[in-house]
Protein backbone atom coordinates (compact mmCIF):
# COMPACT_ATOMS: atom_id res chain seq x y z
CA UNK A 1 0.00 0.00 0.00
CA UNK A 2 1.33 3.51 -0.63
CA UNK A 3 1.61 6.19 1.48
CA UNK A 4 -1.53 8.16 -0.03
CA UNK A 5 -3.41 5.00 -0.10
CA UNK A 6 -2.96 4.60 3.88
CA UNK A 7 -3.08 8.00 5.01
CA UNK A 8 -6.77 8.00 3.07
CA UNK A 9 -7.68 5.38 4.32
CA UNK A 10 -6.58 7.12 8.47
CA UNK A 11 -8.39 9.89 7.53
CA UNK A 12 -11.45 8.38 6.57
CA UNK A 13 -11.76 5.99 9.09
CA UNK A 14 -10.55 8.83 11.58
CA UNK A 15 -14.12 10.90 10.14
CA UNK A 16 -16.24 7.84 10.39
CA UNK A 17 -15.42 6.83 13.96
CA UNK A 18 -16.25 10.53 14.93
CA UNK A 19 -19.07 10.01 13.30
CA UNK A 20 -19.94 6.91 15.71
CA UNK A 21 -18.84 8.38 18.78
CA UNK A 22 -21.12 11.11 18.13
CA UNK A 23 -24.11 9.33 17.12
CA UNK A 24 -23.15 7.64 20.62
CA UNK A 25 -23.05 9.98 22.47
CA UNK A 26 -26.57 12.08 20.64
CA UNK A 27 -28.41 8.37 21.69
CA UNK A 28 -27.11 8.36 25.52
CA UNK A 29 -28.87 11.77 25.72
CA UNK A 30 -31.81 9.98 23.99
CA UNK A 31 -31.69 6.93 25.52
CA UNK A 32 -29.60 7.32 29.18
CA UNK A 33 -30.12 3.11 29.31
CA UNK A 34 -27.66 2.79 25.90
CA UNK A 35 -24.48 4.42 27.51
CA UNK A 36 -22.58 1.30 26.69
CA UNK A 37 -22.53 2.71 23.04
CA UNK A 38 -20.57 5.51 24.06
CA UNK A 39 -17.74 3.04 25.70
CA UNK A 40 -17.95 1.28 22.46
CA UNK A 41 -17.63 4.08 19.91
CA UNK A 42 -15.27 5.77 22.26
CA UNK A 43 -12.87 2.97 21.93
CA UNK A 44 -13.33 2.09 18.57
CA UNK A 45 -12.68 5.84 17.78
CA UNK A 46 -9.42 5.94 20.02
CA UNK A 47 -7.64 2.58 18.42
CA UNK A 48 -8.55 4.61 15.40
CA UNK A 49 -7.43 8.13 15.97
CA UNK A 50 -3.97 6.40 17.48
CA UNK A 51 -3.80 4.41 13.82
CA UNK A 52 -4.25 8.16 12.35
CA UNK A 53 -1.84 10.09 14.51
CA UNK A 54 0.97 6.92 13.61
CA UNK A 55 0.11 6.79 10.21
CA UNK A 56 0.61 10.68 9.76
CA UNK A 57 3.68 10.44 11.05
CA UNK A 58 5.17 7.58 9.12
CA UNK A 59 3.68 9.22 6.18
CA UNK A 60 4.73 12.77 6.84
CA UNK A 61 8.55 11.76 7.58
CA UNK A 62 8.42 9.65 4.37
CA UNK A 63 6.99 12.81 2.35
CA UNK A 64 9.83 14.59 4.01
CA UNK A 65 6.80 17.16 5.30
CA UNK A 66 7.85 20.19 7.65
CA UNK A 67 7.61 19.64 11.32
CA UNK A 68 4.77 22.04 10.95
CA UNK A 69 2.08 20.14 8.62
CA UNK A 70 3.16 17.10 10.78
CA UNK A 71 1.90 18.42 13.23
CA UNK A 72 -1.68 20.00 11.94
CA UNK A 73 -1.88 16.08 10.42
CA UNK A 74 -1.58 14.68 14.03
CA UNK A 75 -3.73 17.51 15.53
CA UNK A 76 -6.93 18.22 13.45
CA UNK A 77 -7.58 14.96 14.66
CA UNK A 78 -8.91 15.91 17.82
CA UNK A 79 -11.25 18.43 15.05
CA UNK A 80 -14.17 15.99 13.98
CA UNK A 81 -13.92 15.31 10.54
CA UNK A 82 -11.09 17.66 9.95
CA UNK A 83 -9.23 14.72 8.45
CA UNK A 84 -10.34 14.18 5.62
CA UNK A 85 -10.49 18.23 4.20
CA UNK A 86 -6.97 18.11 4.90
CA UNK A 87 -6.20 15.11 2.82
CA UNK A 88 -7.86 16.43 0.00
CA UNK A 89 -5.56 19.51 0.45
CA UNK A 90 -2.50 17.53 0.66
CA UNK A 91 -3.76 15.30 -2.31
CA UNK A 92 -4.18 18.40 -4.44
CA UNK A 93 -0.37 19.86 -3.34
CA UNK A 94 0.77 16.47 -4.37
CA UNK A 95 2.11 15.69 -0.71
CA UNK A 96 1.32 12.22 -0.38
CA UNK A 97 2.77 11.28 -4.34
CA UNK A 98 5.33 8.75 -4.23
CA UNK A 99 6.58 5.57 -3.10
CA UNK A 100 8.00 4.44 0.40
CA UNK A 101 11.56 5.50 0.96
CA UNK A 102 13.67 2.06 1.94
CA UNK A 103 16.69 3.22 -0.03
CA UNK A 104 19.05 5.70 0.84
CA UNK A 105 19.49 8.30 -1.58
CA UNK A 106 21.89 11.59 -2.34
CA UNK A 107 19.47 13.47 -0.52
CA UNK A 108 21.78 15.15 2.76
CA UNK A 109 18.74 14.16 5.01
CA UNK A 110 19.39 10.82 4.80
CA UNK A 111 22.24 10.70 6.96
CA UNK A 112 20.28 11.66 9.86
CA UNK A 113 19.88 8.62 12.22
CA UNK A 114 15.86 9.10 12.57
CA UNK A 115 15.59 8.58 8.24
CA UNK A 116 17.58 5.62 8.83
CA UNK A 117 15.84 3.84 11.28
CA UNK A 118 12.34 4.87 9.19
CA UNK A 119 14.19 3.46 5.87
CA UNK A 120 14.59 0.34 8.49
CA UNK A 121 11.63 0.15 9.24
CA UNK A 122 9.30 0.87 6.36
CA UNK A 123 12.06 -1.88 4.27
CA UNK A 124 10.50 -4.21 6.82
CA UNK A 125 6.85 -4.13 7.37
CA UNK A 126 6.10 -7.16 9.37
CA UNK A 127 8.63 -6.10 11.92
CA UNK A 128 7.10 -2.09 11.54
CA UNK A 129 3.29 -3.93 12.24
CA UNK A 130 4.70 -6.26 15.09
CA UNK A 131 6.04 -2.91 16.72
CA UNK A 132 3.04 -1.25 16.48
CA UNK A 133 0.83 -3.90 17.70
CA UNK A 134 2.43 -3.35 20.64
CA UNK A 135 3.33 0.08 21.19
CA UNK A 136 -0.16 1.20 19.93
CA UNK A 137 -2.27 -1.09 22.51
CA UNK A 138 0.36 -0.11 24.90
CA UNK A 139 -0.23 3.70 24.03
CA UNK A 140 -3.95 3.10 24.51
CA UNK A 141 -3.54 0.99 27.40
CA UNK A 142 -2.15 3.86 28.74
CA UNK A 143 -4.40 6.61 28.06
CA UNK A 144 -7.01 4.17 29.71
CA UNK A 145 -5.39 3.95 33.01
CA UNK A 146 -5.11 7.54 33.00
CA UNK A 147 -8.18 8.13 32.63
CA UNK A 148 -10.10 11.24 30.94
CA UNK A 149 -7.49 14.18 30.67
CA UNK A 150 -9.45 16.62 32.80
CA UNK A 151 -8.82 14.41 35.46
CA UNK A 152 -4.93 14.13 35.02
CA UNK A 153 -3.72 16.32 37.08
CA UNK A 154 -5.98 17.04 40.06
Do not use: C
Not at 67 to 77: D, M, P
Not at 138 to 149: C, E, M
Amino acid sequence: MKPKQLFSLFATAEAITWTLLISALIARVVLPEQAILVTIAGGIHGAVFLGYAVTAVLVGLNQRWKFSRLSIAVLLAIVPFATVPFELRLKKADALDGAWRTTKSSDPRDLSWIDGLFRWFIARPLILLAVLVIVIPAIFATLLWLGPPDQWFK
